[in-house]
């Protein structure tokens, strides 16, 4: 069975009808008038998203803002576990080392890094594309953008993702103090 038509699934059975409702709302640019009359469940409304490729296994943007506006957190987590399951794959080639490494990079990162953290992942390789992805599926959170960033940045690299490469484009980026800081905190990992 399909993994992401389950999840779809799992979320169209715990929609209420007012949820349901603000979702078609939401539809209204992407979805005609009368189809969206013929919307009943939000089955309905996933399939005709997925007919018209408005979402996909791999093109997740409007699925999550469209949760984000319900605020609904508990099928955000779920989408971000399934997101997530496909990080996995990467995050499993790592050494044990480097996975700690690099999930302490990455709170160091986002706790430090402010507005300027687009010239951050443009360093590491991420499109403006992926950016824009990312900025319109996290348009008020400003650390999830840069986690979602460099999830990317990891998931490009594979086994090639370093802590050392990150240290090396937060100088580059002149971002020292950070860079900094991040290294303090990794030789109180290594003792």
Known sequence: MDSFLSLLHSFSMSLSDSELSA???LCREKIGKRKLESVKSGNDLFTILLEQREIAR????????????????????????????????VVDQLDVKEKR???????????????????????LGISD??????????PYNL?????????????????????????????????NLVADKLEDKLSQLEN
């Open 143 to 175: 650390q999830e953008q840069l986690m979602q960033s460099l999830r990317e940045w990891q998931k490009l690299k594979g086994k090639e993702a370093k802590v050392a490469d990150l240290l090396k484009a937060l100088r580059d980026c002149r971002m």
């Open 58 to 89: 791999e093109k997740l943007d409007f699925l999550q803002c469209m949760i984000e506006t319900i605020k609904r957190e508990d099928l955000k987590m779920q989408l971000e576990e399934f997101i997530d399951g496909g990080q996995g794959e």
């Open 23 to 25: 979702l078609k709302f």
């Open 101 to 123: 490494q690099q999930t302490l990079a990455f709170e160091v990162i986002c706790e430090n890094v402010g507005k300027n953290w687009k010239v951050l992942v443009r360093k």
């Open 129 to 138: 594309t992926k950016i824009d992805r990312i900025l319109t599926a996290n």
